[in-house]
């Protein structure tokens, strides 16, 4: 979804980012939540900047000018949250995304995309996600049972049962 985000110019959070990369939105997240507790951030010796390994070797870019030298702070930590989203999802894949956003534009520039949302642009590009299940149920090959056993239609009672996002769970984490 990010990435249809961007092609429309929408505006880019910590929940995109999240999709992106879990673990550090995660992070950020908690220093959100150490501010609401009352702790102090500054601990954490934080600067507005950010390291990053490139080809091996760490570098360290600054989220604002003199940022090495600024610590994050109670005061300042949503701005630090701001920039470090804006520098990962931004400014550090600017020239690849515009070569892409580039020829996106070329095929896909009219006035009817621009009127759409990422989660309508995602469906055009993806198509739906929609699931015959009469059709899996009948697809469906039973090793050392038969359709009519007793745990086979015990299963498929609670299949049915379960909601859409459910079934789609199931099918993934049986693979």
Avoid at 90 to 104: H, P, V
Avoid at 115 to 128: A, I, Y
């Amino acid at each position: 979804m990010v990435v249809y985000k961007k092609l429309l110019g929408k505006p880019l959070g910590l929940k995109d980012f999240a999709e992106i990369d879990p673990m550090s939105a995660n992070s950020l997240k908690d220093l959100l939540q150490m501010k609401k507790d009352g702790e102090d951030i500054e601990d954490l010796c934080l600067m507005f900047d950010i390291t990053e390994e490139v080809f091996g070797e760490n570098k360290t870019v600054e989220l604002i000018n003199g940022g090495s030298q600024i610590p994050v702070t109670n005061e300042n930590v949503e701005s630090y949250i701001k920039l470090y989203i804006e520098w990962k999802l931004e400014k550090s894949i600017e020239r690849q995304f515009n070569a892409f956003k580039e020829g996106y534009d070329i095929v896909c520039d009219n006035l009817i995309m621009h009127t759409l949302h990422h989660e309508e642009l995602d469906e055009l590009v993806s198509g739906l996600n929609e699931f015959n299940w009469n059709d899996f149920k009948e697809s469906v090959i039973y090793d050392g049972y038969t359709q009519n056993h007793k745990t086979i239609t015990l299963f498929w009672k609670v299949f049915d049962e379960w909601d859409e996002n459910h079934k789609i769970n199931f099918l993934y984490l049986s693979k």
